[in-house]
């Protein structure tokens, strides 16, 4: 089994920075790819960005990708996301997730975090 803990959300102002964090920890060596999802109030959960875990190779939406950037640090099993110039519509509950397979963008992972909340004040 693996076990998600994000980390590094909160309230911050628009134009504002914030890393999240997620630790990874279990059975990860068999871990393909690590993903960032999030779902505003009222919405369905999105696709944000995805990187593989061997190799780097990331993909990241065309409207995200200026303000919003994932890696991993494979020897501290850690996802991050790196977000810049925050909006109010970038707050959302933030999930990050890994899987043993290839979902592309579909709203799917095999393993998923609880979730922090990101909130965006004007």
């Known amino acids: 089994q693996v076990q998600l803990v994000e980390s590094g959300g909160g309230l911050v102002q628009a134009g504002g920075s914030l890393r999240l964090s997620c630790a990874v920890s279990g059975r990860t060596s068999r871990i393909r790819t690590m993903t960032w999802f999030r779902q505003p109030p009222g919405k369905e959960r999105e696709f944000v960005a995805t990187i593989t875990r061997i190799g780097g190779n990331s993909y990241d939406i065309d409207s995200l990708k200026d303000r919003f950037t994932i890696s991993r640090d494979n020897a501290k099993d850690t996802l991050y996301l790196q977000m810049r110039r925050l909006m109010t519509q970038d707050t959302a509950v933030y999930y990050c997730?890994?899987?043993?397979?290839?979902?592309?963008?579909?709203?799917?992972?095999?393993?998923w975090g609880q979730g922090t909340q990101v909130t965006v004040s004007s």
């Open positions: 997730a890994v899987s043993e397979n290839y979902y592309g963008t579909n709203i799917h992972a095999d393993y």
